[in-house]
């Protein structure tokens, strides 16, 4: 039972919550109309229009002090740095359970970090494997369920499953009871789970060795998903959701359908955690990335603006540098700009690094310091407009410095995916190798 002290505490929490939330969704509005800026226009139509957005901005304070909304706004991206997501991936030993979740972290056998891989059980508890770019992104090898003493209900207890947001069954095979006795228990105790039909490039491989004139792709593949469906619903899965796929070619048949149901089942904040611990598996994630990053812009832009704010000098810019320049190299890293997923891109695609690391024009991870953050604030159009204001008091300084740490963040967050979309292009080149 709640005491008194207990439920005040909920109360200031669900407060706190829906706070945030009416403050995400008036300001996504203003993100707009300041995205929908034309920065091609002349200095003081520029200034006249980024001020009616300002006062937009302003009035979001009418009910509460700039410090209280500072204060949301800061706790709601500390929200999402905490956030923690836990995905289960079980099978028969074999199955390519280790393969799958490689692949999916962007890496290799040879990679650093890697899931050690072998036609032997290598996995005897639950081993972590979390995403290079963003360690509360965790991917959970578990033992195997091919085991004779195999038991669904007491196995999910010796693998922690509240630990877990949702389980992968990765089968290399046609399922077998112990896939389906295992799901019917997960979905009974009320989480997710997902049939992973692997290695489906040795069946079409056989299958073309096998029947050359009459092999079709299409047609193995809509038979390997029908048997697995068919068979999984005898068993009583009502409506299993099954993908098939290669860990050696994870851009092929269903991977790219799974990671986007993995994605879109997600809540918000795991939502968005997920996307950005992807490898840049392909040009619409790579969007996908910008278009979520640039929601989140405005609230980086908000928190710098209107904490622990430094002047700068000789600029009527303040602003908490810090987060600015951990919110860039955060970026850097999202988009696998980083020396380890350039080192990793390269050794998959024969490319030598130096080539990857050409076509980046925007400064590296390292390169950003205070002086480069400043820099890149001085180049902003915005901030440019305070030569139209006779005295830039303390009223309109937090308004200047918020859009102008804004349009910086869009410039260098539309630079960095520029950049990942060349590092792809140039990684993918015909060279006689395919990103795996």
């Not at 695609?349 to 390169?367: D, N, W």
Request: proline share 4%; with cysteine; hydrophobic share 40%.
């Amino acid at each position: 039972m709640f005491g008194a002290t207990d439920m005040e505490l909920v109360s200031v929490l669900m407060k706190d919550m829906e706070s945030a939330s009416v403050l995400r969704k008036d300001m996504e509005l203003i993100s707009a109309r300041m995205e929908a800026l034309d920065l091609g226009l002349d200095p003081k139509e520029l200034f006249n229009s980024s001020m009616k957005v300002f006062e937009e901005f302003m009035d979001l304070f009418k009910d509460k002090g700039q410090a209280e909304v500072a204060s949301i706004a800061q706790a709601e991206l500390e929200s999402f740095k905490s956030t923690i997501l836990n995905i289960a991936v079980t099978g028969e030993t074999g199955a390519g359970k280790s393969s799958f979740i490689n692949a999916l972290r962007g890496l290799t056998a040879e990679d650093d970090g890697a899931a050690p891989t072998g036609v032997t059980e290598t996995t005897t508890k639950p081993t972590v494997y979390p995403f290079p770019n963003h360690a509360n992104v965790r991917l959970w090898d578990l033992p195997g369920t091919g085991s004779p003493d195999f038991q669904p209900n007491t196995y999910l207890k010796q693998v922690n499953f509240k630990r877990y947001d949702f389980f992968v069954i990765i089968a290399s095979e046609r399922f077998k009871c112990n896939h389906t006795a295992l799901a019917r228990e997960i979905e009974r105790m009320g989480k997710r789970f997902y049939f992973v039909r692997s290695k489906v490039d040795e069946d079409l491989r056989n299958e073309e060795r096998d029947h050359p004139r009459t092999f079709s792709q299409e047609s193995v593949l809509q038979r390997l998903r029908m048997d697995c469906r068919t068979h999984l619903q005898k068993v009583g899965i009502s409506n299993p959701k099954i993908f098939l796929l290669s860990s050696c070619e994870f851009t092929k048949y269903d991977a790219p359908g799974l990671v986007k149901t993995l994605k879109d089942d997600l809540q918000e904040l795991k939502r968005l955690a997920f996307l950005l611990s992807l490898p840049n598996l392909s040009a619409e994630i790579i969007e996908e990335k910008k278009a979520a990053l640039k929601k989140w812009i405005w609230l980086i832009s908000f928190t710098s603006a209107f904490v622990n704010v430094i002047p700068i000098a000789g600029f009527s810019v303040a602003c908490d540098i810090s987060i600015l320049r951990g919110s860039m190299i955060a970026f850097y890293n999202y988009f696998g700009l980083d020396d380890g997923s350039l080192a990793n891109l390269a050794r998959q695609t024969g490319k030598p690094i130096a080539e990857l690391k050409a076509v980046i024009i925007s400064p590296g991870a390292k390169e950003i310091n205070r002086d480069v953050v400043i820099k890149l604030l001085r180049k902003t159009s915005l901030s440019k407009l305070t030569a139209y204001v006779p005295v830039v008091g303390p009223i309109l300084t937090p308004g200047i410095s918020f859009l102008t740490t804004y349009f910086m963040l869009l410039s260098f967050l539309n630079e960095v995916a520029e950049d990942a979309e060349r590092v792809q292009k140039t990684a993918l080149k015909e060279d006689g190798k395919k990103l795996k």
